[in-house]
């Protein structure tokens, strides 16, 4: 997703153009991994001193909502990163240590609904995790 489809969909539900929300949207476009809010926080400092935990948590838990972000959770923590900016669906590797992903491009709920049939599925969520080549050699 970019900054601007980020802004359009803010704007449509009456969110002001702020420039803590200006700073957070750039830090996740230029991020391209999942980061912790603490991480955002240490990052965006340097841009905004005066910028609160608060005010950060508080827009993450709004860009997640609204599907700006995609979210997961790793050891009992919320990560957060730009959506994909791709229409097809996919789901994705994430490095434990780095936080980069990999796109896997097909989908195991072909094999999980066969088991299913009498249920309707609302949704799902796949993720796998490790190490990526990188951070598996260091």
């Known amino acids: 997703m970019s900054i601007d489809e ?3 969909i803010l704007l449509k539900y009456d969110f002001k153009r702020t420039k803590n929300r200006e700073i957070l949207l750039r830090f ?3 991020a391209d991994r999942y980061v912790t809010a603490m991480e955002v926080r240490v990052a965006v400092e340097q841009d905004n001193p005066g910028i609160s935990f608060d005010t950060i948590y508080r827009n993450l838990a709004v860009f997640s909502k609204l599907g700006i972000l995609d979210e997961t959770e790793l050891n009992g923590e919320r990560l957060f990163r730009m959506q994909c900016a791709t229409d097809h669906h996919h789901h994705h590797f994430i490095c434990m240590t780095c936080g980069s992903t990999k796109s896997i ?3 195991p709920m072909d094999s999980v609904t066969v088991n299913l049939s009498e249920y309707e599925i609302e949704g799902h969520k796949f993720e796998v995790y490790g190490r990526c080549p990188k951070c598996k050699i260091g």
């Open 28 to 30: 996740f476009d230029e």
């Open 105 to 107: 491009p097909i989908c």
């Open 6 to 8: 980020a802004w359009d």
